[in-house]
Nanobody, 123 residues
Framework: QVQLVESGGGLVQAGGSLRLSCAASGRTFSMYAVGWFRQAPGQEREFVALISRGGGNTVNADSVKGRFTISRDNAKNTVSLQMNSLKPEDTAVYYC????????????????WGQGTQVTVSS
């Protein structure tokens, strides 16, 4: 089992940047694929980006391609989401999630979730 804690959210103007971090407990973090998801008020939680266990494979949602970059450091048990050129429509609570073995963009395939961190982008 793994526990996840997100940090790094905040208020930023459109065009600005934020870097989210997801810190994981446990000594087997490298066995978990990790995804970032977000949920805006009144909307379903949606996929943002994912990274494979070793970090060699990443996938971004079309809405964030070219702006967001996901990375991980298994030695530090962390996954980061660098968000550049932020837009007001990026405003949401951002969650990191983990699952053993293969990565997936389907939120229901992730059993472990953090508590979320709020990102607000003003216009």
């Amino acid at each position: 089992q793994v526990q996840l804690v997100e940090s790094g959210g905040g208020l930023v103007q459109a065009g600005g940047s934020l870097r989210l971090s997801c810190a994981a407990s446990g000594r087997t973090f490298s066995m978990y694929a990790v995804g970032w998801f977000r949920q805006a008020p009144g909307q379903e939680r949606e996929f943002v980006a994912l990274i494979s266990r070793g970090g060699g494979n990443t996938v971004n949602a079309d809405s964030v391609k070219g702006r967001f970059t996901i990375s991980r450091d298994n030695a530090k048990n962390t996954v980061s989401l660098q968000m550049n050129s932020l837009k007001p429509e990026d405003t949401a609570v951002y969650y990191c999630a983990a699952r053993l073995t293969e990565y997936s963009s389907r939120r229901y395939e992730y059993p472990y979730w953090g508590q979320g961190t709020q990102v607000t982008v003003s216009s």
